[in-house]
């Protein structure tokens, strides 16, 4: 077994392991949360980087060759150390992915305003990694972040969908629409935003165009496998998926059905293990 690793700090990135299943449904997948210590939106670069390669190389140790970062925080803060830094002295031949490449790569297609808006978690928008990966592809593009720290707290606590949820929303909305009026296209840099769509929907005109990134990241995904055969050939196929939390597995699991269809079984790691 040589499955495809997904890594979250909790529960989003099982919005990205969706879309991939459904994408890729014949690979085999272990999907990690380190939900213990979520969120990681608030944390330093410095911890999230030690937080995430520990969770890389667990990963690694469970025969994954390839590993996707299903969270905006992580592949803002620590993906790009991992890979320049930390790869080529622990394997070569192994790859980590993030999903804020995908997501930039589409943005040029959709924007007609040239104006385009960031709604994620507090370390993902100071991060600036979006702004930058925008500017390499789409240096024409004008870019404006909004950081919504309670939005991840609303959908772990099964708020979102209550009127309670509307304020917070709508706040966000007006602030980065007053920040640039021209704003036509907002991306949901984060993994548990899709949850809040609809809502989010409630309080935009239709000429603002939502991006979600589960879809994305996974036909970046089937991509990436199609043009690297020698990655692709380690990669077993079962349609196989395990889970494991650093949380306990009863509350994992209760959580994991907002995020996907059907009963899932999880089996817990203590973070003492997951660290060593």
Not at 10 to 24: A, H, N, P, V
Not at 134 to 140: A, Q, R, S, V, W
Not at 141 to 163: D, F, M, Q, Y
């Amino acid at each position: 077994m040589q499955p495809i690793g997904i890594f979250d700090s909790g529960y989003g990135g099982l919005t990205i392991l969706d879309k991939i299943r459904r994408q890729l449904p014949e690979y085999d997948y272990l999907y990690l949360g380190d939900n213990a210590r979520s969120p990681y939106g608030s944390r330093s670069f410095e911890v999230v980087y030690e937080f995430t390669l520990q969770a890389v190389k667990w990963l690694f140790k469970q025969n994954c060759r390839l590993v996707v970062l299903g969270c905006n925080t992580a592949s803002a803060k620590a993906l790009r150390t991992i890979q320049q830094n930390d790869l080529p002295k622990i394997d070569f031949q192994r790859r980590v992915l993030g999903v804020i490449r995908p997501t930039v790569e589409c943005i040029g297609k959709i924007t007609q305003s040239r104006h385009v808006g960031i709604l994620g978690t507090p370390g993902t928008i100071a991060s600036g990694s979006y702004p930058l990966e925008i500017e390499k592809l789409f240096p024409d593009i004008t870019v404006t972040g909004e950081a919504c720290p309670l939005w991840v707290p609303l959908v772990e606590n099964n708020e979102h969908n209550k009127p309670g949820a509307d304020y917070y929303v709508k706040q966000h909305l007006e602030n980065i629409l007053e920040k640039d009026s021209q704003i036509d296209t907002l991306i949901l840099a984060c993994t548990h935003y899709p949850l809040l769509e609809k809502k989010i929907r409630k309080f935009l005109s239709e000429s603002v165009r939502l991006v979600s990134q589960g879809q994305l990241v996974a036909e970046s995904l089937e991509d990436y496998l199609h043009r690297h055969p020698e990655m692709d050939e380690k990669c077993s196929r079962n349609g196989t998926c395990r889970f494991y939390t650093t949380e306990s597995e009863e509350k994992f699991t209760t959580m994991a059905s907002l995020f996907l269809k059907g009963e899932i079984n999880a089996e817990r790691i203590s973070v003492d293990t997951f660290s060593n």
